[in-house]
Structures are given as structure tokens and as C-alpha cells.
């Protein structure tokens, strides 16, 4: 918990922001890689200045209060500085994902009545020309620096000090729109009330060192960067290290040794398939050493999390096993310092879960959704259940309905979702609760256990209900399978889409001594006897409905380019559905 920060009244992301400027003025804020590849720091001061200034330049070219500003750039310092002082303004920012198809765009253009947008790049202003904007500012092309040099010369210091203070807790900071797996995106409508209510509330269940640093890679347009890249830092007074290519974030934590990291699962499936591959080419002895030393690690976190206090003998050979046999094969990626390690977005595989309990490190899996401005109930250091997605944080209350929907109700859930006409549809219903569409159940200890997506179950044939995640999982408990679909709705049984790893196909190869690229390696037959293999085992920890029966193995990655995923990594069973129809029916065929 942070313990060194004074909280302003009213509490709002200006005020905040006031607050680090006046005392935290000297301390890091935002750092980015400049071309030579060093590192770019602003301090607090100076991010505010260079805010104020941003600020004065926005209300030069006719922003003002409400008004809806698109944002469609990378995890760069312009993106970071321009959302913070349209919010100074009292204006909306909008951030708007890069992978988004043109026809979005003008979309979210049309419903959110926004007349300017901010792009990075001639690729990214090709997006919204359907849209047609009245105003396009890139970034790339000097427009950043002319709004810069336009607010320098017409700030006003009383202007900007009477713009921000009219901001009150209950104003929106942002519209967040949903990725849209299934139809148009929806309009989320967050309040600085909402934003920081949740702030307070995390920060009372973590504990970080002060000031800490954030790796910041995820797009901002996803309500997980929004918080932990921009106001989680902002009330914190942190340090946000902004990392533009998502596939160099690997690179950045092996360079900067982060005391937290957040990943949704994909991210950490895709780490422990990368370490996978590596430890094995250790040296057998090392090996064994290693394995020793996880199964200390599980016996501990396992005290952990039944509450237990670890014996000293266990306590000593865990430490033990830290210092001499875990913590320098973690420094190899950066990842001796971790203090917090979290996920959300979606349910996580257990076995990732385990094999990272195996060095030590405590995946506390979050849960929530864009509508309660990420977090709704968590797993801390205080009180922890691997599988779940823990405890409900302070100031929100849970429910399951009859039917195993989760409800939710508290001071962080959104005020609703934004018409086109600018008003706010309410989306609770008489006693404030909010049907979250996911389907879980409470445990005796209090915690949340994710099934799956209401409007996700498969109905099979016969009437049985089968969570589709529940046999993905299952089937990417095995190294060689990243990716899993499975399908089954109004069928007799299920099939599946399987996608291998990368990494991990591409050790398993070299091992085997078998060359070529991903597609040659899956043709293979011994790669396809392995997979068989794995299918099998997924399916004898399954019951009768939920066995795979057919499946199909594929030998191209999914992506938020490629289509099968959203821009947070999520699985849009839709579009997976519409590109690999044929592959799917014909698993049905005789």
C-alpha cells in the first residue's frame, strides 16, 4: 500500500497530477527510448509543464469541455501526454486501437460525435478516412511539435488552473471502447470517480515499492494499460517505462528488472513456452537441480496459500533454493526483483499458473471487465487461491444469479454505455447490479471462480452445457499447443482448431533434429503423433461432453492482424468461426 502520497479534494486526475508536480516535482514519470536507444525521462515537473502546455494548445484549436478527441497512436509520450491534457480541458479522450479496420473507426467516429482525432503515421490516418474527420492531427509529421509550440505561446496559467479545477469526480475521463468480439463496440462511459475509487481500492490490496516501475506495452485503447499505464501511475506517483513493440517487452523487463509486470494470459503462456524451450537445453544436473527447487517453490506458495505459516525448514530450503538455484535463472529474464505478478483479461491456464509457482512467482489472477474499470475482484499477497480470480476489491459486492451469471454492484462500476446522441444508457438495473455476461461461482473462502462467457457456452445436441475455455485450456496444458478453439454448439460432440506454439515447436524440432519452418515442422509426422498425445491426455481429464473428438491442426499463429484475436489478445470465436469455416464443418464430415 502506498503510504507516501497525499490525496487531494477533489480527487481527480488534474488534481493528482497538481499533487506530483508540487511534491514528486524532481521524480521520474515517463521514460521512452530515444532513436539512439537510450532512454528519454520526464520528470513530474516537467510532464506537467509539457501537460499545460499540450493543454493550451488543444483549446487553441477549439477543444473544450465534453468534447470527444480520438487518439489512435502507440505506446509513445505523445500519446501519453496528449490523453492527459485533453483531460485538463474537461474534454473526453478517446483511445482508439491501431489494428482497427476503417470501417470501426468511423464507426466509433460517428457514435462518439469526436471531430478531431490524433494519429501516429500515414498508415494510421488511411484508417480514418471514411470517418471524415474535420480536423487530423499526425504526430509523425510535425503536428505534434506545431500544437506543442501553439500552446507555449497561449498559455495562460489562470486559464489552465480554472479549466482543470471545474473537473468533478463524477465527470467522465475517458470512453473506452470494447473490442468488439462479437458485433459493433460498445461505448464504455468512466468516471474519475470510477477510476480512482479503484485506484485506492488496489492500492490497498498490494504492496509495491514506492514510486514504482511500470512496463508499459499493452495498446492504452485496453482499460488494463489505461489503468496501469497512465492512472495507476499518475495516483501513485510512479515511473511508466513506455515499450512501443509489444514483441520487444521481453527484451525491456531482461534490461529493466521490474519489481511488477502485467500480462494477460497469452503473454504468460507465451513466457513459459519461451523458458520451456530454454531450460530445455540446460545441462541434465541442472535440470534436476531445478526441479528440486520447484517442487520447494510449490510446497511454499502452497503454505501460502492455505494460509499456513511455512515451517522454518521449508522456509530455509526455499530461500535456499531462490538464492543459489532459481534467482540467477529468473535474472536471465529480468524477473528476480518481481514482487507483483498479475494477470486478467481471461481465465488462466493452470498449469502456466504452476509452472511459474515453480520459481517462485505468485500469478495473482485478477478478474473484471472494461464496465468496472478492470479490476472487480483480485488475488494479493494477503489472501490468495491459484485458479481463481480472487476476492472481490473494496467497494464492490458479487452475486451469482440463478442461472451462474456473476453480478456485480460498487462505486467502480461505469455509469453506463454512450448513445449516439451523447446521453448515457444506464446498464444496471433498479438495485445497481451490473450483469456482467460471465459465468462463475463463489467458493467458501469468498472466492471468484471463472466457467466462461454466458453467451460462449456450447448447448451441445443433446442438451449438455460444455465451458469452451474449460477444454481449451485443457488442451494448451501441453507446451506444443499455444492456441485452442473448440466448437460444438447444436453438434453431438466437439472439435477443435489447434495452433502450435512457435518457440516451443521450434525446440521440440531442434531436439528431435527435425529442420524446416512452422509449417514443415506440423506436417511432420512425429510433431502430429505428439499432438495426438497431448489431445489424449486433455481428454482423460475431461468428462464425456466436454472430450474433443475431431481436431484440426493448423500451421499459422492467430493474431489481432490475422483476425482471430482482439487487440487485448482475447479469442474472437466469431471471426474464427467465419475464416475457418470450412475446416471446422468438414471435422463433422464422415
Known amino acids: ?50 501537460i499545460a502546455h499540450l493543454a493550451a494548445g488543444f483549446a487553441a484549436h477549439g477543444v473544450g469541455r465534453g468534447d470527444h478527441v480520438l487518439l489512435m497512436m502507440g505506446n509513445i509520450p ?38 478531431l482525432a490524433v494519429v501516429e503515421g500515414a498508415e494510421q490516418a488511411a484508417r480514418f478516412e471514411p470517418a471524415g474527420m474535420e480536423r487530423l492531427l499526425d504526430v509523425s509529421t510535425g503536428s505534434y511539435q506545431a500544437l506543442l509550440e501553439l500552446g507555449r505561446r497561449t498559455y495562460d496559467a489562470d486559464a489552465f488552473e480554472k479549466a482543470w479545477q471545474q473537473t468533478a469526480p463524477e465527470d467522465p ?41 511500470h512496463v508499459c506495452y499493452l495498446p492504452f485503447a485496453h482499460i488494463a494499460e489505461r489503468m496501469l499505464g497512465i492512472y495507476l501511475p499518475v495516483f501513485r506517483a510512479a515511473h511508466v517505462r513506455l515499450c512501443v513493440d509489444p514483441t520487444a517487452v521481453a527484451a ?7 519489481a511488477e509486470f502485467f500480462g494477460v494470459p497469452r503473454v504468460w503462456e507465451k513466457l513459459a513456452a519461451s523458458i520451456q524451450a530454454g531450460l530445455g537445453l540446460l545441462p541434465e544436473p541442472q535440470q534436476q537441480a531445478l526441479a528440486a ?18 515451517a522454518e525448514e521449508l522456509t530455509a530450503a526455499y530461500e535456499k533454493a531462490k538464492a543459489e538455484v532459481i ?102 438495473d433498479a438495485e445497481g447490479w451490473f450483469a456482467t455476461g460471465d459465468i462463475g461461482r463463489l467458493d467458501e473462502d469468498g472466492f471468484l471462480w471463472l466457467t466462461d462467457r454466458k453467451k460462449e457456452m456450447i448447448i451441445t445436441s443433446t442438451g449438455k452445457n460444455v465451458s469452451p475455455a474449460l477444454v481449451e485450456n485443457a488442451l494448451k496444458e501441453h507446451p506444443l499447443i499455444g492456441q485452442a478453439f473448440v466448437h460444438g454448439d447444436g453438434r453431438s460432440y466437439l472439435v477443435a482448431l489447434l495452433v ?91
Open 252 to 258: 525491456t523487463v531482461r534490461e529493466l528488472h521490474p
Open 173 to 213: 475521463l475517458t470512453v473506452v471502447y470494447t473490442s468488439g468480439t462479437t458485433g459493433d463496440p460498445k461505448g464504455v462511459v468512466v468516471s474519475h470517480h470510477n477510476v480512482l475509487r479503484n485506484a485506492v481500492s488496489l492500492d490497498g490490496v498490494t504492496d509495491l515499492p514506492d514510486h514504482v516501475e
Open 78 to 115: 505523445e500519446h501519453w501526454l496528449c490523453d492527459l491534457a485533453l483531460v485538463h480541458l474537461g474534454a473526453v479522450p478517446v483511445s482508439v486501437y491501431g489494428t482497427s479496420a476503417p470501417d470501426q473507426v468511423a464507426y466509433i467516429a460517428r457514435h462518439s460525435r469526436a471531430r
Open 327 to 428: 534467482n540467477p535463472l529468473l535474472s536471465l529474464a529480468g524477473f528476480e526483483s518481481l514482487v507483483w505478478t498479475a494477470s486478467a483479461s481471461a481465465p488462466m491456464p493452470r498449469d502456466v499458473v504452476d509452472f511459474f509457482a515453480g520459481f517462485g512467482i505468485v500469478i495473482y489472477d485478477a478478474w473484471g471487465l472494461t464496465e468496472t474499470v478492470g479490476v472487480a475482484t483480485t488475488n494479493s499477497p494477503s489472501g490468495f487461491h491459484l485458479g481463481s480470480v480472487g476476492r472481490p476489491i473494496e467497494g464492490v459486492e458479487v452475486r451469482i444469479a440463478a442461472d451462474g451469471e456473476i453480478e456485480l454492484r460498487g462505486e467502480t462500476v461505469f455509469a453506463g454505455y454512450l448513445r449516439a446522441d451523447g446521453s448515457v444508457e444506464p446498464a444496471v
Open 500 to 590: 502450435p506454439d512457435p518457440e516451443a515447436t521450434a525446440a521440440w524440432a531442434a531436439a528431435e533434429g527435425i529442420e524446416g519452418d512452422l509449417a514443415a515442422v506440423t506436417a511432420h509426422p512425429r510433431l502430429r503423433d505428439e499432438v495426438e498425445r497431448a489431445v489424449a491426455a486433455a481428454n482423460a481429464r475431461l468428462n464425456r461432453t466436454e472430450q474433443v473428438k475431431r481436431y484440426a491442426l493448423l500451421d499459422r499463429e492467430w493474431g489481432p492482424d490475422t483476425g482471430e484475436l482482439t487487440p487485448s489478445l482475447k479469442l474472437r470465436r466469431r471471426v474464427v468461426r467465419e475464416l475457418h469455416g470450412e475446416r471446422i464443418e468438414a471435422l463433422y464430415r464422415d
Open 293 to 310: 527447487a520447484g517442487e520447494t517453490a510449490r510446497a511454499y506458495i502452497g503454505c501460502l496459500e492455505r494460509g499456513e505459516r511455512p
Open 1 to 50: 500500500m502506498t503510504t507516501i502520497l497525499r490525496l487531494p479534494e477533489p480527487l481527480t486526475i488534474p488534481s493528482l497530477l497538481a499533487r506530483n508536480a508540487e511534491d514528486h516535482a524532481a521524480l521520474p514519470a515517463l521514460s521512452w527510448r530515444a532513436p539512439d536507444d537510450t532512454w528519454t525521462t520526464l520528470t513530474w515537473g516537467e510532464a506537467h509543464t509539457r
